[in-house]
């Protein structure tokens, strides 16, 4: 069930509901498997990022998470994604999921 079509009743609602959560469960799961990057020159500042960053944490939780401030954060990321190889999280994910 990708998507409810005006009207539905709250019965619809609700298994739509919990397909999503079981969606957002398994990606949170498959997500949990990529904790450890496959890219060996990071640094140990850099692994804890790069953790929190493929859980999807915002660079202000990833801050507030490890003490430190935004722009360090936001250092770590632009070295983790050139070390990487890649433009985006999004791809760091990407790729890291297709190598799995």
Known sequence: MGFLEKPFSLAELKPAIEEALEQARQQTEALAELSEPDIPSLTRREKEVYKLAIKGYSI??????????????????SNILLKAGVTSIAELIARALESR
Not at 60 to 77: G, M, N, Y
């Open 60 to 77: 202000k939780k990833i801050a507030e998470e490890l003490d430190i401030s935004t722009s360090t954060v936001e250092f770590h990321r």
